[in-house]
């Protein structure tokens, strides 16, 4: 078998098994990859330069079509660029395919330019990992979970590119051949008991985009306390005003210690909030049902899980939560006393985020980790609701989140990236992709706090801050992208289609806010 006729049936396969986009990294070693999708035009591929952003960018893409993506590298440590993405891949259940071209395997060990070892490189961060050359190439990704990426690493012996180029053919209807997915015995009976002898509050997190319909139902007709976090798009949803917690994370505390609820029921992805990591500890007493979409249950100690949040459309309960009248009242109060704070300190980090929420309305909204996801959630105006929101919260890092934006973001709508300095400084490559999207309006918005500020609260030592005095005029125009600095959010808004937005909050009234905001919840 040649190089190109490989090549083609690594293609070929990933092409009849559902396959519809590809993110190349271009190098001598993969040839026969880039020159075959070079000669299929009819296959969507985008090129990137450098692995990792590429590897984001292609979960972005995952995450917004619902689709496998593979990505492309040459050999060495082009591979190991994709480790960042594999990880957050696997917490996030995104079936990310990863092609890696190798040397051939008598080269393994010896030290050669452009030679590492490759084959199990991602250790237990894919569902498989195939090694093929032109003497092994079996290959199939039937049977799958498509929860975890995929690897298949390719040695190509040279001369690379060895034979004519094989025409790819796109099947009418490809489909993707799955593990029956399989809950253990009685799992509905147990859920169903929890809820019946149980008086929850939930927690709202992340959730894939086709299952917003079943959650807001369950929720709707079970009535109890809910904490819905904006990843989840179901904060501030007006069938459900009756229900969420508004005022903040600070009243799911008063909550538990309350009595009013008893116990958590998780729906999604593992929350953002704090109260979740107080589980292993503080409120290790309380009992935990969690409904997810993978296996993960986010805890250390043990928790009553299931990964199918079918489920929730086939739970019964005897009773619903009949407590909200008093919770509402005492939430909804503080909730104003927020609102209050947030229009006095308009030029306050938390207050410009409020105000500039109010611009993404009916928008895409991605939110980076850290400060940047966690003030969307107690400062975000909750009558401006977004159309969609995501971030990566698989692992929770800050590497690679303007690429996923990149991948995730939407032709139809106004997209926005809201993103903490240190965040973009990880990504600054990002951009490249901008000339090969479809998709038209671009913000990016970046907090410039001068640093980490997140740390400034936990440790109150400036070397965790990692203190800068960076503008992203520069970075904008490297990129062409059209920059705007903002010291307060202006009523009017004259927005290019690839825009960078630099907010630079008042770190005087953000000590304010914070002292203010402290003090109410002691009230």
């Given at each position: 078998m040649t190089n190109m006729e490989l090549a083609a049936k690594i293609v070929q396969e990933l092409v009849d098994t559902g396959v519809r986009e590809f993110v190349l990294c271009a190098g001598a070693r993969n040839s026969p990859l880039v020159t075959l999708?070079?000669?299929?035009?009819?296959?969507?591929?985008?090129?990137?330069?450098?692995?990792?952003?590429?590897?984001?960018?292609?979960?972005?893409?995952?995450?917004s079509t619902r689709r496998p993506v593979a990505i492309m590298t040459t050999s060495g440590t082009a591979v190991a660029e994709l480790l960042p993405a594999a990880v957050e891949g696997t917490y996030s259940s995104l079936p990310l395919i990863m092609i890696t071209a190798d040397r051939p395997k008598h080269y393994r060990g010896t030290g050669a330019p452009q030679t590492i070892e490759q084959v199990g490189i991602f250790s237990?961060?894919?569902?498989?990992?195939?090694?093929?050359?032109?003497?092994?190439?079996?290959?199939?990704?039937?049977?799958?979970?498509w929860k975890k990426?995929?690897?298949?690493?390719?040695?190509?012996?040279?001369?690379?590119?060895?034979?004519?180029?094989?025409?790819?053919?796109?099947?009418?209807?490809?489909?993707?051949t799955k593990l029956p997915g399989q809950l253990p015995l009685g799992t509905l009976k147990e859920m169903e008991t929890f809820l019946n002898t149980h008086k929850p509050l939930v927690l709202v997190g992340i959730l894939p985009e086709k299952a917003y319909g079943t959650v807001l139902e369950f929720l709707k007709q079970y009535k109890a306390p809910t904490y819905a976090e904006g990843i989840s798009s179901l904060r501030g949803h007006p069938d459900l005003r009756d229900i969420l917690i508004?005022?903040?994370?600070?009243?799911?505390?008063?909550?538990?210690?309350?009595?009013?609820?008893?116990?958590?029921?998780?729906?999604?992805?593992?929350p953002t909030v704090r109260l979740w990591r107080d589980l292993e500890d503080q409120y290790k007493h309380i009992p935990v049902f969690s409904v997810g979409f993978n296996h993960y249950t986010g805890l250390s100690r043990h928790i009553q899980h299931v990964n199918s949040?079918?489920?929730?459309?086939q739970v019964e309960f005897s009773s619903v939560q009949h407590s909200n009248v008093t919770l509402n009242f005492d939430d909804t109060e503080k909730a104003n006393k927020v609102k209050a704070l947030l229009e006095k300190y308009p030029l306050s980090e938390q207050g410009m985020i409020y105000s500039i929420s109010k611009k993404m309305k009916g928008g895409s909204v991605y939110l980076g980790n850290s400060l940047p996801i966690r003030e969307w959630d107690s400062c975000a105006d909750l009558d401006s609701l977004p159309m969609r929101v995501a971030a990566n919260r698989g692992a929770n890092g800050i590497d690679g989140q303007i690429s996923t934006f990149m991948g995730w973001a939407h032709s139809e709508t106004e997209n926005w990236c809201l993103v903490g300095d240190l965040t973009a400084m990880y990504d600054l490559s990002s951009l490249w992709i901008t000339s090969q999207l479809e998709t038209q309006k671009l913000r990016v918005v970046v907090i410039n706090n001068g640093g980490g500020q997140i740390f400034s609260r936990m440790f109150k030592k400036e070397i965790f801050i990692n203190k800068h005095q960076i503008s992203f005029e520069s970075w904008a125009k490297m990129w062409n992208w059209s920059y705007q600095q903002w010291h307060n959010v202006p009523t009017t808004m004259d927005l290019a289609d690839r825009q960078i937005i630099e907010l630079n909050p008042n770190a005087e009234q953000t000590q304010e806010f914070w002292k203010e905001l402290d003090a109410l919840w002691k009230e």
């Amino acid at each position: 078998m040649t190089n190109m006729e490989l090549a083609a049936k690594i293609v070929q396969e990933l092409v009849d098994t559902g396959v519809r986009e590809f993110v190349l990294c271009a190098g001598a070693r993969n040839s026969p990859l880039v020159t075959l999708l070079d000669e299929n035009r009819s296959l969507k591929v985008y090129t990137f330069f450098e692995e990792r952003s590429a590897a984001f960018f292609a979960l972005g893409r995952i995450a917004s079509t619902r689709r496998p993506v593979a990505i492309m590298t040459t050999s060495g440590t082009a591979v190991a660029e994709l480790l960042p993405a594999a990880v957050e891949g696997t917490y996030s259940s995104l079936p990310l395919i990863m092609i890696t071209a190798d040397r051939p395997k008598h080269y393994r060990g010896t030290g050669a330019p452009q030679t590492i070892e490759q084959v199990g490189i991602f250790s237990y961060y894919n569902e498989v990992a195939l090694d093929l050359d032109a003497e092994n190439s079996h290959l199939s990704f039937k049977s799958l979970s498509w929860k975890k990426p995929i690897h298949v690493n390719v040695c190509f012996e040279e001369p690379l590119i060895d034979g004519p180029v094989p025409q790819i053919k796109i099947p009418a209807v490809s489909e993707r051949t799955k593990l029956p997915g399989q809950l253990p015995l009685g799992t509905l009976k147990e859920m169903e008991t929890f809820l019946n002898t149980h008086k929850p509050l939930v927690l709202v997190g992340i959730l894939p985009e086709k299952a917003y319909g079943t959650v807001l139902e369950f929720l709707k007709q079970y009535k109890a306390p809910t904490y819905a976090e904006g990843i989840s798009s179901l904060r501030g949803h007006p069938d459900l005003r009756d229900i969420l917690i508004k005022s903040g994370e600070q009243m799911i505390h008063r909550i538990l210690k309350s009595g009013e609820c008893d116990s958590i029921l998780r729906i999604g992805g593992v929350p953002t909030v704090r109260l979740w990591r107080d589980l292993e500890d503080q409120y290790k007493h309380i009992p935990v049902f969690s409904v997810g979409f993978n296996h993960y249950t986010g805890l250390s100690r043990h928790i009553q899980h299931v990964n199918s949040l079918d489920l929730l459309s086939q739970v019964e309960f005897s009773s619903v939560q009949h407590s909200n009248v008093t919770l509402n009242f005492d939430d909804t109060e503080k909730a104003n006393k927020v609102k209050a704070l947030l229009e006095k300190y308009p030029l306050s980090e938390q207050g410009m985020i409020y105000s500039i929420s109010k611009k993404m309305k009916g928008g895409s909204v991605y939110l980076g980790n850290s400060l940047p996801i966690r003030e969307w959630d107690s400062c975000a105006d909750l009558d401006s609701l977004p159309m969609r929101v995501a971030a990566n919260r698989g692992a929770n890092g800050i590497d690679g989140q303007i690429s996923t934006f990149m991948g995730w973001a939407h032709s139809e709508t106004e997209n926005w990236c809201l993103v903490g300095d240190l965040t973009a400084m990880y990504d600054l490559s990002s951009l490249w992709i901008t000339s090969q999207l479809e998709t038209q309006k671009l913000r990016v918005v970046v907090i410039n706090n001068g640093g980490g500020q997140i740390f400034s609260r936990m440790f109150k030592k400036e070397i965790f801050i990692n203190k800068h005095q960076i503008s992203f005029e520069s970075w904008a125009k490297m990129w062409n992208w059209s920059y705007q600095q903002w010291h307060n959010v202006p009523t009017t808004m004259d927005l290019a289609d690839r825009q960078i937005i630099e907010l630079n909050p008042n770190a005087e009234q953000t000590q304010e806010f914070w002292k203010e905001l402290d003090a109410l919840w002691k009230e």
